[in-house]
């Protein structure tokens, strides 16, 4: 499969507190991106990083891909309640994407 | 300007009949794709159109789905004799970027419920 891989597949933490996500994919890719679902409702784009990247930042969130590894990581830092939603990691192989299952986020007050 | 939208946003229909899902993507977007996801899991991509043909159809289940964009610009998922099986969320994303690859705004949508 090329779909991406998240773990952990669920993760809770008290707010304040950061959270990592990871990802793995099994062919080369053009670019991986990162997607965030809040329950019952569309995909909302996070952060795209290309291939010759290594790390990008969007506010609290940081992204880092290493192609070697095959793998990229999303960081929220200082979460927030209403961070608590489904991610997701999207490895683009040219024309289509493959989602992986998603890592449900819970962040607790 | 307006987002990605999909109608009708629920749909309950019986086995064996036919649906169609209509996508309207962000007006200047070349870009549409389709997926469908179940509960639980994520978006499952079903097909590809770069303007008014489909790039990469790969991910349709079967034939008796089928999915059209004649003018470049709203799309259409139909789906024929459906089964208790197509009950999903389909999922609608336009993209600026020509090729594939680039940022896609998905749409709320279309809930589809086979009884």
């Known amino acids: 499969s090329q779909q991406g891989e998240e773990d952990p597949q669920a993760l809770s933490i008290q707010e304040g507190e950061n959270a990592t996500m990871n990802c793995s994919y099994k062919?080369?890719?053009?670019?991986l991106q990162w997607y965030r679902q809040n329950s019952g409702r569309g995909l909302v784009h996070l952060i795209l990083?290309?291939?010759?990247?290594r790390e990008k930042h969007s506010g609290r969130l940081r992204v880092t891909l290493d192609t070697s590894k095959k793998s990229s990581s999303l960081l929220i830092t200082a979460s927030r309640a209403a961070d608590t939603a489904s991610y997701f990691c999207?490895?683009?192989?040219?024309?289509?994407?493959?989602f992986g299952p998603g890592t449900r986020l819970s962040v607790l007050p | 300007g307006a987002g990605v939208s999909q109608t009708p946003s629920n749909k309950v229909t019986e086995k064996g009949k036919y649906v169609e899902l209509r996508c309207d993507p962000i007006?200047?977007?070349?870009?549409l794709y389709w997926y469908r996801q179940s509960l639980g899991q994520g978006p499952e991509f079903l097909i590809y159109?770069?303007?008014?043909?489909?790039?990469?159809d790969s991910g349709l289940p079967n034939d008796r789905f089928f999915a059209v964009r004649p003018e470049g610009s709203v799309s259409t998922l139909k789906i024929q004799r459906t089964e208790r099986g197509d009950s999903a969320v389909y999922l609608c994303?336009?993209?600026?970027?020509?090729?594939?690859?680039?940022?896609?705004?998905f749409g709320p949508g279309t809930r589809l419920l086979v009884l």
């Open positions: 999207a490895p683009n192989y040219g024309q289509n994407f493959v």
């Open positions: 007006s200047g977007h070349t870009a």
């Open positions: 994303a336009s993209s600026l970027e020509a090729g594939g690859g680039g940022t896609q705004y």
């Open positions: 990083i290309r291939s010759n990247e």
């Open positions: 062919t080369s890719i053009n670019n």
């Open positions: 159109f770069q303007g008014t043909g489909a790039a990469d």
